[in-house]
Nanobody
Framework: QLQPVESGGGLVQPGGSLRLSCASS????????IGWFRQAPGKEREGVSF????????HYANSGKGRFTISRDNANNTVYLQMDDLKAEDTGVYYC???????????????WGQGAQVTVSS
């Protein structure tokens, strides 16, 4: 079974950058559309950015437009989320998820990672 695994989270100061990675144990990510979601304390999980299986299509939520970049390296079975100019409101647990559909709808993602904590604080 596909099991996404996130890495790259941590503590960063406002204005700083982080790059999250999503790999998989078991099945390859190549056949799946990938979404990054995040959940702040006390809030619902929300979509951040999405990429199609071959990388030709991407989509960003308003929260990350102009600051976040999603990409994938299918040769290395990895999807990335580059986050620049981070703000305190970007703090949360970031999840990588896989879907058979290119969609921002959380309910269409059947495979989820355990999450990576991102904390933006001075």
């Amino acid at each position: 079974q596909l099991q996404p695994v996130e890495s790259g989270g941590g503590l960063v100061q406002p204005g700083g950058s982080l790059r999250l990675s999503c790999a998989s144990s078991g099945f390859t990510l190549d056949y799946y559309n990938i979404g990054w979601f995040r959940q702040a304390p006390g809030k619902e999980r929300e979509g951040v950015s999405f990429i199609s299986d071959n990388g030709s299509n991407t989509h960003y939520a308003n929260s990350g437009k102009g600051r976040f970049t999603i990409s994938r390296d299918n040769a290395n079975n990895t999807v990335y989320l580059q986050m620049d100019d981070l703000k305190a409101e970007d703090t949360g647990v970031y999840y990588c998820a896989a879907s058979n559909f290119f969609t921002s709808s959380r309910n269409r993602y059947g495979y989820w990672g355990q999450g990576a904590q991102v904390t933006v604080s001075s």
